[in-house]
T-cell receptor
Framework: AQSVTQLDSQVPVFEEAPVELRCNYSSSVSVYLFWYVQYPNQGLQLLLKYLSGSTLVKGINGFEAEFNKSQTSFHLRKPSVHISDTAEYFCAVSARGRGAQKLVFGQGTRLTINP | DSGVTQTPKHLITATGQRVTLRCSPRSGDLSVYWYQQSLDQGLQFLIQYYNGEERAKGNILERFSAQQFPDLHSELNLSSLELGDSALYFC???????????????FGPGTRLTVT
C-alpha cells in the first residue's frame, strides 16, 4: 500500500518569491510520482511526473520537482511565483508496473500568492 | 481539455435520494477510475473498471456502486444519500495497458454533488 504526506496544508508567499511544496511518500513497492494542480472551481491538471531516469523533473508553468529515493520525498519548487499560481497542489503516487494503477493523493497544499 | 467528459456538472439533491453520475472516457481508453474529493477526506480513489470489469476497489461505501458499459462509458450510482456525501466526484480514464508500463490517467472536470 502507498501513502502520501504533504507537510504543509497552506503556504503563503509573495509574488516573485521562490516556493517549495513538500511531499513525502511511503510504499512497499516502487512507485511513480506526480504533482497535480487544481485551480479554483476546476478539475485536476498534471503538472509533472517522475517515472524513471533523472531525478530532477521539469513540468509546466516553470515548476520542477526532485525525487529523493533515500528520503522518500518529491518536493515541488518554483524559483519565482506569479499571482496565477494561486491554487491547490496535490502530490500523488501510483504503484509501478502491472498496468493501470490507482492514484493515492496527499491532502493537498493551498498555495496563496500575495502581491 | 482532457477528452474525458462528465455529466452533470452540478447536482443538488436531498438526503435519502439516489443519483447517477456519468463519465465518458477518452476515445480508446479502456480503464475508468472514480475519485471523490471532499473537505474532510481529501481526494480518495473509489473504484476502477477495465473493459467492463471491476479491477480495483478503494474506499467506496456499500451505498455506492459503479459499472462500465459495453461502449466504455461508466456510471457511478450513489444511493441513500447523506449530507456527508456532498463532494466533487472525478472520473479519470487511461488506456489500461498491462505489464510494466506507465499508464497515464486523464481527469474529467468533475461533478459537484450537494446533498441538502
Amino acid at each position: 500500500a502507498q501513502s502520501v504526506t504533504q507537510l504543509d496544508s497552506q503556504v503563503p508567499v509573495f509574488e516573485e518569491a521562490p516556493v517549495e511544496l513538500r511531499c513525502n511518500y511511503s510504499s512497499s513497492v516502487s512507485v511513480y510520482l506526480f504533482w497535480y494542480v487544481q485551480y479554483p472551481n476546476q478539475g485536476l491538471q498534471l503538472l509533472l511526473k517522475y517515472l524513471s531516469g533523472s531525478t530532477l523533473v521539469k513540468g509546466i508553468n516553470g515548476f520542477e520537482a526532485e525525487f529523493n529515493k533515500s528520503q522518500t520525498s518529491f518536493h515541488l519548487r518554483k524559483p519565482s511565483v506569479h499571482i496565477s499560481d494561486t491554487a491547490e497542489y496535490f502530490c500523488a503516487v501510483s504503484a509501478r508496473g502491472r498496468g493501470a494503477q490507482k492514484l493515492v493523493f496527499g491532502q493537498g497544499t493551498r498555495l496563496t500568492i500575495n502581491p | 481539455d482532457s477528452g474525458v467528459t462528465q455529466t452533470p456538472k452540478h447536482l443538488i439533491t436531498a438526503t435519502g435520494q439516489r443519483v447517477t453520475l456519468r463519465c465518458s472516457p477518452r476515445s480508446g481508453d479502456l480503464s475508468v477510475y472514480w475519485y471523490q474529493q471532499s473537505l474532510d477526506q481529501g481526494l480518495q480513489f473509489l473504484i476502477q473498471y477495465y473493459n467492463g470489469e471491476e479491477r480495483a476497489k478503494g474506499n467506496i461505501l456499500e451505498r455506492f456502486s459503479a459499472q462500465q458499459f459495453p461502449d466504455l462509458h461508466s456510471e457511478l450510482n450513489l444511493s441513500s444519500l447523506e449530507l456527508g456525501d456532498s463532494a466533487l466526484y472525478f472520473c479519470a480514464s487511461s488506456v489500461g495497458t498491462s505489464g510494466n508500463f506507465y499508464d497515464e490517467q486523464y481527469f474529467g472536470p468533475g461533478t459537484r454533488l450537494t446533498v441538502t
